[in-house]
């Protein structure tokens, strides 16, 4: 088939576009050498290299001779080809790195090139950011409060042992007054508050429980939801009356003052008790002044029997012959006991006042003893007027002759023991120091002169 020179012009061309595209991917063996040789003088450019990138320079217009011999008109060099392995090499070496972000480098950019907004006050997070700490901080001083850090210091610390009772059904309100008015604890509403945290409020058990001033709201509770009730233990000083029993069982929280009183003047278990209607208390002198110790369930009516019952053992049967010796009644020598317990304190001195006033009885004398005009004070004096040995009453000993109606305290045994063993001396008058110390006297100058020096 002939073809022209213009179609050989244009085949060849194709051949060597096809070619060039091939190249980077066909490996033409030594046969198409020749050929390859032949399209030398095409001047191919070569192809770049792998990572630099592809400068496009304008080639120079290739002259081409036409058929008829005339010039053609200069083509643009065309794109030096580019394989699709060296293009994607390329844009990869212009990526950025993974790590990097450039929308977000973008955004902080764009955000740091605005201009800067004024103050308009604390944004809406970062208020409630400072409201939520706020509740945090206020929760937890609460809740440091509530849980024991804020029991008031007490206002009264004693640990002199006292005693309460809390009876059978008592509401755990009515025992924290109690507490607090006792001055056991020192605020009813922290006791309430630690009670039903520990989660016993229901557990508090009746009793007699021994406490003292000052406590722990947590020591106290321990002892109620436990049960640890106590023996009552109790003691009754030498020369006391019954006035001051009552004060001080009440002040120990055993029982009621009111309850003691009564039950003592309904007590009806000694028989040689005088009876008189100047006595107030007919057991008045009769409860022995000793240490008890009693269930914690002891009622006022127990305490004066057991004190009662003690009084009757300690008067001995050599007591009770010595009364008779001296012509006295069991009541009249307990009466004698009850003046010689409060005229002396020290033990030698008790043999000789017991002689004394017996001595006074024998001779029919006043026993003028001033511990029975104390009796009938309101409060004890240090001296006594002219006028305080006027008052009217049968226990008035410096008016009224022989012994009083009746005893004015309880006396221990040590002055029972005098009542029954006098001293042999034949006193009628004696006087007391300011610190105690007895002088005695036969007659009544030398007695008046001691008075003067001692008084």
């Known amino acids: 088939m002939a073809v022209d020179n213009k179609s050989t012009e244009t085949k060849e061309e194709v051949v060597s576009f096809f070619r060039r595209a091939l190249g980077e991917v066909v490996d ?23 990572v630099k990138p592809v400068e496009e320079k304008k080639p120079e217009p290739e002259k081409n ?17 580019v394989s699709r392995r060296e293009r994607k090499a390329a844009k990869m070496a212009q990526m950025p790195e993974p790590k990097q972000r450039p929308e977000r480098d973008a955004s902080r950019k764009a955000a740091a090139a605005r201009p800067e907004k004024k103050d308009k006050g604390e944004s809406p997070f970062r208020r409630k950011l400072i409201a939520i700490a706020a509740i945090v901080c206020i929760s937890v001083v609460t809740a440091c409060a509530f849980l024991g850090g804020g029991e008031p210091e007490p ?12 009876p059978l059904g008592m509401g755990a309100g009515n025992i924290a007054e109690l507490l607090e008015e006792q001055q056991i604890i020192s605020s009813r509403t922290y006791f309430l508050k630690r009670l039903r945290q520990s989660g016993r409020d229901g557990d508090v058990q009746s009793g007699t429980y021994k406490v003292h001033k000052g406590m722990k709201s947590d020591e106290v509770i321990d002892i109620l939801v436990n049960g640890r009730v106590a023996a009552i233990r109790f003691t009754i000083p030498e020369g006391y009356n019954l006035n001051e029993m009552a004060k001080r069982l009440e002040k120990e929280g055993i029982c009621k003052g009111a309850d003691f009183l009564k039950a003592a003047k309904e007590y009806k278990g000694l028989a040689y008790v005088g009876v008189s209607p100047a006595i107030e208390n007919p057991m008045e002198g009769y409860l022995f002044p000793d240490t008890y110790e009693v269930p914690s369930d002891a009622t006022a009516k127990d305490i004066v029997k057991l004190m009662a ?7 001995t049967d050599d ?3 010595a009364a008779a010796k001296y012509d006295l009644s069991i009541h009249e020598f307990v009466t004698l006991a009850s003046l010689i317990e409060k005229e002396v304190m020290d033990d030698d001195d008790r043999p000789k006042v017991a002689q004394v006033f017996l001595k006074r009885l024998e001779v029919e004398m006043p026993i003028q003893s001033c511990a029975t005009i ?3 004070l309101k409060e004890p004096k240090e001296d006594l007027t002219f006028e305080d040995l006027k008052i009217d009453s049968p226990y008035n000993t410096y008016e009224n002759p022989g ?4 005893p004015i305290a309880s006396p ?31 007659t009544f100058d030398e007695h008046m002169e001691k008075v003067e020096k001692y008084r």
Do not use: C
Request: proline share 11%; net charge negative; aromatic share 10%.
């Open 309 to 315: 019952k003690t009084f009757d053992e300690q008067l």
């Open 155 to 166: 206002k009264v610390v004693d640990d002199t042992s006292i005693y309460i009772r809390i």
């Open 65 to 81: 001779i036409a058929r008829d011999k005339e010039p053609e008109p200069v083509k643009p060099a065309e794109r030096p080809f």
């Open 403 to 406: 012994l009083p109606p009746g």
């Open 28 to 50: 033409f063996t030594e046969e198409s050498a020749g050929s390859r040789k032949a399209g030398e003088k095409q001047s191919l450019p070569k192809p770049p290299e792998p």
């Open 374 to 376: 104390q009796y009938l």
């Open 319 to 321: 007591m009770r012959e």
């Open 412 to 442: 221990g045994e040590k002055a029972l023991e005098a009542a029954a063993h006098p001293s042999a001396t034949n006193y009628l008058y004696f006087v007391a120091d300011r610190k105690g110390k007895t002088y005695y006297s036969e």
